[in-house]
């Protein structure tokens, strides 16, 4: 059994259960009390008959939960092989179980699947839901909303979900994204261990959240796979293409980039790493060109009758010799070229009466 579950310095930050009575496991234990409008209940039984009537010195079981934003995480031991089964409502949340030692079968629906060490499960507890638990068992679990998963998918296929999303239960910690989905979940268990981890930073844990979430989609196999697969080899994500059209619509208007990530649907963090991806620059870098080509579009129309200062400080250029220079940089020639261009071009077409 791991020993990081069972000292107490390393839960501290958790609400911690535990059980040495076996009567104690014929009731109920919530486990998602931190999950808003939730009324689901697990009920642990050992399965040896022979072991209800004993006392132990020690704890047999062990639950610790702690919530931070939309995350529910949990660490949980057994000394003996138990029957799980879960009551209440339907499951509003999506469970990651990374065992680390003992096994663990998850029976739904007629079939059946068994966690170890180098297989973990993707499920949604529900009444359907039983879990048969091994001797010298431990495990944790985090959990997301189902909401959120699903708003995230929608927004990397830019298009709304007509069906359910639904995960293979079988996770290869092995192989692919899937490894690095274990790696951040575990990163979960540990700084949720800390006082002053990234639990306890509303910034830092969001910027986490995206990041797992986008580990969850593209790493954990599930019903929208394929789409999602297709949707990044052929597709910029809408993301960008959101952030870009936000850009032009207030191009004129002071813009913070924390306005053009929520006006996107994501983190600033997702934001940039999208970008750096797709865009090889940063946000900032891509609103800079936007303003840019914007600002070269009214001097090549010269229709304004508006100063090359003028345009440059409607763009956000309120320095206009660096704006020459990065204009420059861009285009090959000077703001004041393209608008001496623009007005003998303009001369030349003036139609005559």
Request: net charge neutral; charged share 20%; glycine share 6%.
């Amino acid at each position: 059994m791991a020993a990081s579950l069972l000292n107490p310095a390393l839960l501290r930050m958790f609400d911690v259960v535990r059980a040495k009575d076996p009567e104690d496991l014929s009731g109920t234990m919530r486990v998602t009390e931190r999950v808003v409008s939730s009324n689901r209940v697990y009920t642990y039984q050992l399965r040896d008959r022979a072991l209800w009537r004993m006392r132990f010195d020690q704890p047999i079981f062990t639950l610790a939960t702690r919530g931070a934003g939309s995350i529910l995480a949990s660490c949980v031991d057994s000394s003996f092989a138990t029957d799980v089964s879960v009551d209440g409502d339907e499951g509003d949340l999506f469970c990651f179980t990374t065992m680390l030692a003992g096994h663990m079968r998850l029976v739904r629906g007629g079939k059946s699947t068994t966690a170890s060490n180098h297989v973990g499960l993707a499920w949604r507890p529900d009444p359907s839901t039983r879990l048969l638990i091994s001797d010298d068992n431990a495990r944790t679990n985090v959990f997301f909303k189902v909401t959120d998963l699903e708003s995230a998918l929608e927004h990397m296929l830019d298009d709304n979900l007509r069906e359910p999303l639904v995960f293979e239960t079988h996770l290869d910690w092995s192989t692919g994204l899937a490894a690095s989905l274990r790696r951040q979940l575990d990163f979960v268990i540990e700084e949720f261990q800390q006082v002053d981890g990234v639990a306890s930073s509303p910034v830092a844990l969001a910027s986490l959240t995206d990041l797992l979430v986008s580990l969850v989609l593209r790493g954990a196999a599930h019903s929208y796979t394929d789409r999602l697969t297709s949707t990044a080899g052929s597709a910029v994500p809408a993301y960008v293409r959101r952030a870009e059209d936000f850009m032009r619509a207030h191009s004129a208007q002071p813009i913070r980039m924390s306005h053009v990530a929520a006006a996107a649907g994501c983190s600033l963090r997702t934001l940039t790493a999208v970008f750096n991806h797709f865009r090889g620059t940063t946000p900032l870098g891509m609103l800079h060109s936007i303003r840019l080509d914007l600002a070269c579009a009214e001097l090549a129309a010269g229709t304004s009758g508006a100063s090359v200062s003028t345009i440059a400080r409607r763009y956000g250029f309120t320095n206009t010799a660096r704006f020459a220079v990065s204009f420059r940089r861009r285009f090959g020639t000077t703001p004041t070229e393209m608008a001496r261009r623009a007005s003998i071009w303009g001369a030349l077409t003036v139609p005559i009466a």
